[in-house]
Nanobody, 123 residues
Framework: QVQLVESGGGLVQPGGSLRLSCAASGFSLGFYAMGWFRQAPGKEREGVSCISRADNTYYADSVKGRFTMSRDNANNTVYLEMNSLKPEDTAVYYC?????????????????WGQGTQVTVSS
């Protein structure tokens, strides 16, 4: 019953904010590096952000300065705070877990994936 469940997506106006959550079950995410990825229709999957086991964070250039990733190991949950949202941010957002100390944004490293939550930025 290893599972990652994303929530918090929805429709937001340009310039608005959303906070995505990813709840883990069946494993303790404190032992994992975690990542957020997104995929828009007709486009390849894109690495958005990741956080290492030591809580170092990394961001794609397209979201740097606007998104913030964090984790709450006690609640087995990782978050993505998204500010100053743009229509280009519209995508399905996925969280992923990697049994490693460090993180990356390529995607192949990750062991577990959630089913995604839709984020739509539109006026």
């Amino acid at each position: 019953q290893v599972q990652l469940v994303e929530s918090g997506g929805g429709l937001v106006q340009p310039g608005g904010s959303l906070r995505l959550s990813c709840a883990a079950s069946g494993f303790s995410l404190g032992f994992y590096a975690m990542g957020w990825f997104r995929q828009a229709p007709g486009k390849e999957r894109e690495g958005v952000s990741c956080i290492s086991r030591a809580d170092n964070t990394y961001y794609a250039d397209s979201v740097k300065g606007r998104f913030t990733m964090s984790r709450d190991n006690a609640n087995n949950t990782v978050y993505l705070e998204m500010n100053s949202l743009k229509p280009e941010d519209t995508a399905v957002y996925y969280c992923a877990a990697d049994y490693a100390a460090f993180c990356g944004l390529m995607g192949w490293e990750y062991d577990y994936w959630g089913q995604g939550t839709q984020v739509t930025v539109s006026s």
